[in-house]
């Protein structure tokens, strides 16, 4: 109850007041009085917060270009339409922006089993029940046989 009489009231007092109530000097008024500062360290603490704003822009900027790196190397392997936005983050980082190191380990083991996978033993290797070792046997041997072949012959 007294809080309600206390809220009802207590507004209607303070606008009566008018202009008895002290005001602050101009100093304290300030962004740096209210915090505690001199207006230089206030100044410096705001350059501050200005330039560690601008480097976490530019580490955020430099991690999306990397993101964009990423996306456009998948989209060239796979063949799929390039996207403008990556192509513009690229662009803003400068350019310098290489792929993580992780990443560029597991793209180059994936280019060196591609690699061996499109070569003729890593097509014989993905059909079953072939043994490449009994292959290669058969194929020396054919190849002995045709030069035994070739020498016997009377036109060569």
């Known amino acids: 109850m007294a809080f ?18 002290e005001e602050k000097p ?13 207006q230089e360290e206030f100044e410096q603490y705001q ?8 480097e976490r822009e530019a580490q955020f900027a430099q991690k999306k270009a990397e993101r ?7 989209r060239e392997k796979y063949r ?7 192509e513009t983050q690229i662009q803003q980082a400068g350019d310098d922006v290489e792929l993580p190191t992780e990443l560029a380990k597991m793209i180059a083991e994936d280019n ?11 097509q014989l290797s993905n059909i ?5 070792d009994q292959l290669k046997d058969k194929a020396q041997a054919t ?12 036109l060569m």
């Open 143 to 154: 190849l002995e046989d045709l030069k035994k072949q070739t020498e016997n012959c009377s």
């Open 26 to 38: 101009e100093a304290e008024k300030t962004d740096a009085g209210a915090q505690g500062m001199t």
């Open 4 to 21: 309600m009489v206390k809220h009802m009231v207590g507004g209607q007092l303070k606008n009566l007041t008018g202009g008895l109530t």
């Open 112 to 122: 060196q089993e591609e690699t061996h996978k499109q070569s003729v033993l890593g």
């Open 47 to 54: 350059q501050q917060l200005e330039e560690e704003k601008q």
């Open 128 to 132: 079953q029940n072939v043994d490449i």
């Open 80 to 86: 799929l339409p390039k996207n403008e936005t990556d």
């Open 68 to 74: 964009a790196t990423v996306r456009t190397h998948f």
